[in-house]
Nanobody, 125 residues
Framework: RVQVVESGGGFVQAGGSLRLSCTAS????????MGWFRQAPGKEREAVSC????????YYADSVKDRFTISRDNAKSTLYLQMNSLKPEDTAMYYC??????????????????WGQGTQVTVSS
């Protein structure tokens, strides 16, 4: 059975940092690209970042470039998202997802076939 579990969300003041983690089991983690998505209330889900199977960051949303860093540890089947200089507009539920391929292309939600339940990030002004 595949399990994808996010952790590390929380409440932080603007300018602060959080590190999200995502552990996956029951799938070939090291052979899949992994991504972070987020969805704020009343807004559509958006891709935040994606990393290839080999650990090459492939995509960052413009809104998070130079503030967020995606990484992975294949030996631990764990994905990370280091979020610095957080802004109130970063407030959202953050989801980890496993791509169906080794690379991030195409970067569409329907290309990710396993998703976690999400972890809430709230940034106060």
């Amino acid at each position: 059975r595949v399990q994808v579990v996010e952790s590390g969300g929380g409440f932080v003041q603007a300018g602060g940092s959080l590190r999200l983690s995502c552990t996956a089991s029951g799938l070939t983690f090291g052979a899949r690209a992994m991504g972070w998505f987020r969805q704020a209330p009343g807004k559509e889900r958006e891709a935040v970042s994606c990393i290839s199977w080999s650990g090459i960051p492939t995509y960052y949303a413009d809104s998070v470039k130079d503030r967020f860093t995606i990484s992975r540890d294949n030996a631990k089947s764990t994905l990370y998202l280091q979020m610095n200089s957080l802004k109130p507009e970063d407030t959202a539920m953050y989801y980890c997802a496993a791509h169906s391929h080794w690379g991030c292309s195409p970067l569409r939600g329907d290309e990710f076939d396993y998703w976690g339940q999400g972890t809430q990030v709230t940034v106060s002004s």
